[in-house]
């Protein structure tokens, strides 16, 4: 393609240059030929002779021929040619003996009214100079164009090959288990650095999953190993005490009671990794969050009496955001769970709803114990307990599945103090 527009250019350059000069000629041949049938009056041959005799004395750049009409030169300073009216470009010089000039002749000739022809013509010489001039321009400038494109190529080769190979080098590195390693970014904004910032995202989305793999295993591997080996002590006991089928079936079915508790944090553990997989965000749709909260308000409001807390809600209709139903009812129904699990009788607990033009804004509060300010990041954590003992019912999971869900959805979960008792805080990005 640069070829190709090279030659195009050199093809437009070389045909206007030459025309101009050839337009040149053909008007200074034009009036000089006027002039000279002027100069003779319409006196004849003999008139012309006379004049052309000067001319060829007076202006030796001109050519001038005159012929009578068998094809006799007559005067001026060329050789015989064939007699053509018009403009003419005679290719071989048919200048006399007497004299010589590089290139060929352009002229105009004219046939006169006794038979005799009457030309005059000037040398293409500085037309053959141009064309020329200017295919040896082009030809330099395409050979200095030539090299200066290889050696920007080879430039531009080394350092692409220099940028890949320390891609190569970080990618090696990871490979061999040091995911802490990030390609340099430059700064200068070009594809590598795009691809760059794409590739250490990838690896910091990576690092965080193998870290939360690792905590989940390492939770597993300390949260896990009490109940298991309650559950064995238990079966255990009852092989070497009970004696009787009433007993046996009763240590049998608080040993299922204990597994059951154990499937359910397997169940709940594996929900988490799979949202902090991402995978559920390619079904988000349009969820009415106004009437889910009322929903859940309302399941949970007999529970509430049943406490003697009171459950209040103070919901703005027609909010929406765009998410997984099922996983916000999930994220929702747990703070709410929470509230009416771990408050005393006579909390107030409040779900609440609004919007302003940039957020959908939601909260759960209760006014009770709280969560100390110490504790508030670490009960995000999984199978993190503020109980210690652990003899109350749970698996220290619930606000690890919430964060986990608020995160996929891009909203912001804050804990803070409802003065007194705890306030979640759920707060959605509306779109722009």
Same mark, same amino acid.
């Given at each position: 393609?640069?070829?190709?527009?090279?030659?195009?250019?050199?093809?437009?350059?070389?045909?206007? *240059?030459?025309?101009?000069?050839?337009?040149?000629?053909?008007?200074?041949?034009?009036?000089?030929?006027?002039?000279? &049938?002027?100069?003779?009056?319409?006196?004849?041959?003999?008139?012309?002779? %006379?004049?052309?005799?000067?001319?060829?004395?007076?202006?030796?750049?001109?050519?001038?021929?005159?012929? $009578?009409?068998?094809?006799?030169?007559?005067?001026?300073?060329?050789?015989?040619? #064939?007699?053509?009216?018009?403009?003419?470009?005679?290719?071989?010089?048919?200048?006399?003996?007497?004299?010589?000039?590089?290139?060929?002749?352009?002229?105009?000739?004219?046939?006169?009214?006794?038979?005799?022809?009457?030309?005059?013509?000037?040398?293409?010489?500085?037309?053959?100079?141009?064309?020329?001039?200017?295919? #040896?321009?082009?030809?330099?400038?395409?050979?200095?164009?030539?090299?200066?494109?290889?050696?920007?190529?080879?430039?531009?080769?080394?350092?692409?090959?220099?940028?890949?190979?320390?891609?190569?080098?970080?990618?090696?590195?990871?490979?061999?288990?040091?995911?802490?390693?990030?390609?340099?970014?430059?700064?200068?904004?070009?594809?590598?650095?795009?691809?760059?910032?794409?590739? +250490?995202?990838?690896?910091?989305?990576?690092?965080?999953?193998?870290?939360?793999?690792?905590?989940?295993?390492?939770?597993?591997?300390?949260?896990?190993?009490?109940?298991?080996?309650?559950?064995?002590?238990?079966?255990?006991?009852?092989?070497?005490?009970?004696?009787?089928?009433?007993?046996?079936?009763?240590?049998?079915?608080?040993?299922?009671? &204990?597994?059951?508790?154990?499937?359910?944090?397997?169940?709940?553990?594996?929900?988490?990794?799979?949202?902090?997989?991402?995978?559920?965000?390619?079904?988000?749709?349009?969820?009415?969050?106004?009437?889910?909260?009322?929903?859940?308000?309302?399941?949970?409001?007999?529970? *509430?009496?049943?406490?003697?807390?009171?459950?209040?809600?103070?919901?703005?209709?027609?909010?929406?955001?765009?998410?997984?139903?099922?996983?916000?009812?999930?994220?929702?129904?747990?703070?709410?769970?929470?509230?009416?699990?771990?408050?005393?009788?006579?909390?107030?607990?409040?779900?609440?709803?609004? =919007?302003?033009? =940039?957020?959908?804004?939601?909260?759960?509060?209760?006014?009770? =114990?709280?969560?100390?300010?110490?504790?508030? $990041?670490?009960?995000?954590?999984?199978?993190?307990?503020?109980?210690? %003992?652990?003899?109350?019912?749970?698996?220290?999971?619930?606000?690890?599945?919430?964060?986990?869900?608020?995160?996929?959805?891009?909203?912001?979960?804050?804990? =803070?103090? +409802?003065?007194?008792?705890?306030?979640?805080?759920?707060?959605?990005?509306?779109?722009?």
């Amino acid at each position: 393609m640069f070829a190709v527009s090279v030659l195009v250019l050199f093809g437009i350059v070389m045909v206007s *240059a030459t025309s101009f000069i050839a337009r040149q000629i053909d008007r200074t041949v034009a009036s000089e030929l006027a002039e000279v &049938q002027a100069d003779a009056g319409g006196g004849g041959q003999a008139a012309l002779r %006379s004049v052309i005799d000067g001319l060829t004395r007076k202006s030796p750049g001109i050519f001038y021929l005159l012929q $009578d009409p068998a094809g006799t030169v007559v005067a001026g300073n060329m050789e015989a040619i #064939r007699p053509q009216p018009g403009l003419r470009t005679l290719t071989r010089t048919r200048q006399a003996a007497s004299r010589h000039a590089a290139g060929g002749i352009r002229g105009q000739g004219v046939v006169l009214p006794d038979g005799s022809y009457l030309f005059v013509g000037l040398s293409d010489f500085e037309l053959g100079e141009m064309r020329e001039a200017i295919t #040896r321009a082009f030809t330099i400038g395409l050979a200095a164009t030539v090299l200066l494109a290889v050696a920007g190529g080879v430039a531009m080769s080394v350092a692409v090959l220099r940028r890949i190979e320390a891609i190569s080098g970080i990618s090696r590195g990871i490979m061999l288990g040091d995911l802490g390693q990030r390609i340099p970014l430059r700064g200068t904004g070009d594809e590598f650095d795009h691809l760059s910032a794409s590739l +250490n995202a990838m690896l910091d989305r990576i690092q965080g999953l193998m870290s939360g793999l690792q905590q989940v295993s390492n939770d597993i591997a300390h949260d896990l190993r009490t109940p298991l080996t309650r559950l064995r002590q238990r079966l255990e006991l009852a092989r070497r005490r009970e004696a009787t089928v009433d007993g046996l079936q009763a240590a049998v079915d608080a040993a299922i009671e &204990q597994t059951d508790a154990i499937l359910d944090t397997f169940a709940a553990l594996l929900r988490i990794a799979q949202i902090e997989a991402g995978s559920r965000k390619s079904g988000f749709s349009a969820v009415d969050l106004s009437g889910l909260l009322a929903e859940l308000s309302e399941a949970y409001q007999v529970a *509430a009496e049943e406490k003697g807390q009171v459950l209040v809600a103070a919901i703005t209709p027609g909010l929406y955001v765009r998410g997984d139903r099922e996983l916000l009812m999930l994220l929702y129904s747990n703070l709410i769970d929470n509230a009416v699990r771990h408050a005393p009788a006579g909390t107030e607990i409040r779900v609440e709803a609004s =919007a302003d033009p =940039a957020r959908v804004r939601t909260c759960v509060a209760d006014t009770g =114990a709280g969560i100390p300010v110490a504790y508030r $990041d670490k009960v995000l954590q999984r199978f993190f307990r503020l109980e210690a %003992s652990r003899t109350t019912p749970g698996n220290g999971l619930g606000l690890s599945l919430v964060n986990a869900i608020a995160t996929l959805h891009g909203a912001g979960l804050t804990l =803070a103090d +409802n003065q007194p008792g705890l306030r979640c805080q759920v707060d959605f990005s509306r779109p722009g």
